[in-house]
């Protein structure tokens, strides 16, 4: 059974940091593309960041850039999201997500092929 489950998701206040976990089973882990995504309420779900398969090559939203980074642990299927300088608008649940391709870029969410349950973050200013 594919599993994708996400932790690390809470309260803080605008400027903290948070780090985001996607703990992975249930399929070959080194093949895929791994991204984060979030949805914010009455808003489309978007992409933040991704991390290839091949290389572990990143890619991250305008929005998020110089502030989050992702990462990648093949050892133990599982991928990071460090976000800091967090503001308000970063408020939503996140979504890591998993594609059986390598990536150019943060894919549009609705090509992946797995997804988590989500972990709510909110940010307070």
């Known amino acids: 059974e594919v599993q994708l489950v996400e932790s690390g998701g809470g309260s803080v206040q605008a400027g903290g940091s948070l780090r985001l976990s996607c703990a992975a089973s249930?399929?070959?882990?080194?093949?895929?593309?791994i991204g984060w995504f979030r949805q914010a309420p009455g808003k489309e779900r978007e992409g933040v960041s991704c991390i290839s398969s091949s290389y572990g090559t990143t890619y991250y939203a305008d929005s998020v850039k110089g502030r989050f980074t992702i990462s990648r642990d093949n050892a133990k299927n599982t991928v990071y999201l460090q976000m800091n300088n967090l503001k308000p608008e970063d408020t939503a649940v996140y979504y890591c997500?998993?594609?059986?391709?390598?990536?150019?870029?943060?894919?549009?969410?609705?090509?992946?092929?797995?997804w988590g349950k989500g972990t709510l973050v909110t940010v307070s200013s």
């Open positions: 249930g399929f070959t882990f080194d093949d895929y593309s």
């Open positions: 997500a998993a594609i059986g391709t390598d990536v150019a870029g943060v894919p549009v969410y609705y090509n992946m092929d797995y």
